[in-house]
């Protein structure tokens, strides 16, 4: 790797981070301590139950579709409306059985036209970035997310005038759309499909199902804990875990780097270099787990202080709980690019019943913190899994090329 593409790749890296931090301040230190005190833990709670169905729904559509792309695009000739097309399918769809699972838990029909639009704004905004992505132009990767930081701001405004609280997210995704619109072409030609459609419908839905499986384990403290214990105690695991989510959420655009650059050499990991990505991956956790550690209980302290005596006993658990969780995200990136979509679901979707069954069993004994052990066990057995898996496939694929020579 030549010097000149290390420091685009740095350069890269920087506006893919600055983007999500802006994004996630705006969010974290403005909008839901402001909601917080506003409405109160329980409230927050049912807000945040809506907010969980769109981090379920929404990133395992968009982004599935939207990593499915990049990787397509290497063998097959793909546009914009093999995917438009499959993301307004996939997206209505999602939207509507999300919407009528949980509908017991909206007040009126206006709650679930909004829930509606904003489900399909949000699954629509996660894909909208591949534009950027496809050109390698972060630059204006990092204005998209900068759009939709001062969409969320306005949003909140409209929102101290009608008490709708939609509006702050509406706002924001409606704005990032826009702004794609304008600078970027994947949703031109939005209809017009080509012979490779099936192709990357098929291929978007399997990765896509991955994904919902890896969002449900992501968001289940919210679901999960909503009907076990109780609303109080989704916002208290919100609180807790926020600083470590962030940390997934900020590992994600450089997992995209990561994808995106990889996909365009001619020749794939060898185990030796994705014996040296676990170890850096490794040594990045450990260092944010060190930060979450003492970040939390400021963070908490400062902005969420009628909560902070409830949520001291989980801060260890939960931070090692999320910062495992963004280094198997950054193994299942690496692994990708070598195996098959179908090894991806494999594993997820053992992982999400691994959990399922350790979460009723210990929540219902322990409350919280038996969640909070639960996840965190499930998570433990996820990086394994998925590093065995990687060292497999190399394996057998070095052996396979040593037989053909």
């Given at each position: 790797m030549g010097e000149t593409q290390k420091k685009q790749i740095l350069g890269n890296t920087v506006y893919t981070m600055g983007g999500m931090l802006l994004m996630n301040g705006v969010l974290q230190l403005l909008i839901y301590p402001l909601l917080n005190r506003h409405m109160g833990a329980d409230q927050m709670g049912g807000l945040l139950y809506i907010m969980g169905l769109v981090s379920i729904l929404c990133p395992s559509i968009g982004q599935s579709l939207n990593t499915s792309r990049l990787v397509v695009r290497r063998t097959f000739a793909v546009t914009n409306g093999d995917y438009d097309r499959s993301l307004l399918l996939f997206g209505c769809i999602g939207s509507v059985i999300a919407v009528l699972a949980s509908i017991r838990f909206m007040t009126g029909g206006g709650t679930i036209i909004l829930t509606l639009l904003l489900l399909m704004l949000t699954t629509f905004r996660y894909y909208g970035d591949v534009e950027y992505r496809l050109n390698l132009n972060y630059r204006r990767f990092f204005v998209y997310y900068l759009v939709m930081?001062?969409?969320?701001?306005?949003?909140?405004?409209?929102?101290?005038?009608?008490?709708?609280?939609?509006?702050?997210?509406?706002?924001?995704?409606?704005?990032?759309?826009?702004?794609?619109?304008?600078?970027?072409?994947?949703?031109?030609?939005?209809?017009?499909?080509?012979?490779?459609?099936?192709?990357?419908?098929?291929?978007?839905?399997?990765?896509?199902?991955?994904?919902?499986?890896?969002?449900?384990t992501l968001n289940m403290d919210r679901v999960a804990l909503k009907y076990m214990i109780g609303n109080v105690a989704v916002t208290q695991y919100y609180v807790v875990s926020l600083i470590g989510k962030t940390m997934v959420l900020l590992i994600a655009p450089v997992n995209t780097i990561v994808i995106s650059y990889l996909t365009r050499r001619e020749h794939t990991l060898c185990r030796k270099e994705f014996a040296r990505a676990v170890l850096a991956g490794c040594s990045v956790s450990l260092v944010f787990f060190f930060f979450c550690q003492i970040a939390t209980p400021v963070f908490v302290k400062l902005l969420y202080p009628d909560l902070y005596e409830a949520i001291q006993g989980l801060v260890t658990v939960v931070n090692l709980t999320q910062v495992l969780g963004m280094f198997s995200a950054f193994l299942f990136i690496l692994v990708l690019t070598f195996t098959d979509e179908k090894w991806q679901l494999i594993l997820q979707a053992g992982h999400l019943i691994l959990m399922t069954v350790l979460v009723l069993w210990l929540t219902a004994q322990y409350g919280i913190m038996g969640f909070s052990c639960a996840v965190l066990a499930a998570n433990v057995v996820r990086v394994l899994a998925v590093t065995a898996l990687g060292l497999a496939k190399l394996r057998k694929r070095q052996t396979k090329k040593i037989e053909e020579v």
């Open positions: 930081s001062i969409g969320y701001i306005a949003g909140f405004g409209l929102y101290w005038l009608t008490d709708v609280w939609f509006l702050i997210f509406l706002t924001g995704e409606a704005a990032s759309l826009i702004y794609v619109s304008v600078t970027g072409s994947v949703f031109r030609q939005f209809f017009v499909k080509s012979d490779s459609f099936k192709v990357a419908c098929s291929r978007g839905f399997f990765l896509m199902l991955s994904y919902l499986i890896t969002n449900v």
